[in-house]
């Protein structure tokens, strides 16, 4: 008997699952709509950022503000623009040091600890420099506008030349950097106090000048209608401005303190590095290193600076605010918030 031929079963045709994947189109088109986010939201976080950096940028002028009041309340006076002090070992025609109104007010910021070590008015910045030179080329946070990149110290190599010599007279240090600068004066910058409060070329028309002894009865146009310290940035238009030094101000080479019209860039390289002038009024436009413009207030920010006033509130001034550079007189919006007895009241602005 023959046996029934074996039945074969051919095994079901698997089915294949297709891999789902992008085509190159559908690809271009998530990589067009990511781009197209980072484009609009790119601009917003950046404006946020530099919101954040704008509002530590006042708190930082409104603490020096109320340090300066601080300081106000146990001398009965403003601190003085700098001390004209020098050491018995400087000799003639040094590059010397002389303690500025920032080291007068560590104390009142802080940075006590600093201020005792740095042994502020026992001696000079150049004596303080041989035991403290890396204290005084820091960052120190609450003389700094977070929208700066500046460096954290001067270079010796700038030609603004913002730098102390040891006591010995030998070799220039660069000391810290710092974004803040107090008023002195609607023109050029002045050693001393203004004989005719309306006119700059008498004289320092602002409340800080070497040596001086401003108080706020001193005020006449009112605490609130004059500016206390404004923002100075390290460049512009990446041209050199070089802010402004902490600590101290340099004698550069005996004319800084022995010269009341400042009228060559040596002079100026003293007194400017710690004070401010409107005379080229805000954010003024430079093309190259300009002694005289440097004097002026200036930020990174957007549009104008940052000040802090007599009566401890801080505003922010457009670049366009109505300024005079050809009068001598009082006769404009910004050199009216400048001077402390001119007469004026800007109310405006």
Avoid at 66 to 85: C, D, K, M, N, R
Avoid at 239 to 248: D, E, K, V
Avoid at 273 to 293: C, K, M, Q, Y
Avoid at 308 to 320: I, T
């Amino acid at each position: 008997m023959t046996p029934p031929p074996a039945v074969v079963v051919s095994p079901a045709p698997r089915r294949t699952r297709k891999t789902p994947g992008f085509t190159l189109i559908e690809l271009l088109v998530v990589i067009a709509i990511i781009a197209v986010l980072v484009a609009i939201l790119l601009p917003a976080v950046q404006q946020a950022r530099e919101a954040a950096r704008r509002s530590q940028c006042q708190n930082n002028l409104k603490q020096l503000a109320l340090a300066v009041h601080s300081y106000t309340e146990t001398f009965g006076v403003l601190p003085p623009a700098y001390v004209h002090q020098r050491a018995a070992t400087s000799i003639t025609g040094d590059n010397h040091g002389h303690w500025a109104w920032s080291a007068l007010l560590l104390p009142y910021v802080e940075l006590s600890g600093l201020y005792n070590k740095l042994n502020v008015g026992g001696q000079t910045p150049s004596q303080a420099l041989v035991d403290s030179r890396d204290e005084m080329r820091k960052n120190y946070g609450v003389f700094r506008c977070p929208s700066d990149n500046g460096p954290a110290f001067h270079d010796t190599g700038t030609s603004l030349g913002y730098t102390i010599s040891l006591v010995s007279g030998a070799g220039d240090t660069g000391l810290s950097v710092t974004n803040y600068v107090v008023s002195n004066n609607t023109k050029n910058v002045r050693q001393r106090r203004a004989t005719n409060g309306k006119d700059g070329t008498t004289g320092a028309t602002g409340p800080f000048w070497m040596d001086s002894s401003c108080a706020l009865r001193d005020f006449v146009d009112g605490s609130s209608n004059t500016l206390l310290i404004g923002e100075r940035a390290y460049k512009s238009n990446s041209i050199l401005m070089n802010a402004g030094m902490l600590f101290c101000v340099r004698d550069y080479n005996g004319l800084g303190p022995s010269s009341q019209d400042i009228t060559s860039p040596a002079a100026n390289q003293g007194l400017m590095s710690i004070a401010g002038s409107v005379h080229e009024g805000i954010n003024p436009v430079l093309t190259a290193v300009d002694t005289f413009r440097s004097q002026s207030y200036s930020s990174r920010h957007v549009g104008g600076v940052h000040f802090a006033f007599g009566d401890g509130r801080v505003a922010f001034l457009s670049e366009n605010i109505q300024n005079n550079m050809v009068t001598n007189g009082t006769d404009s919006v910004l050199e009216a918030l400048a001077g402390i007895e001119d007469g004026v009241v800007a109310s405006e602005y």
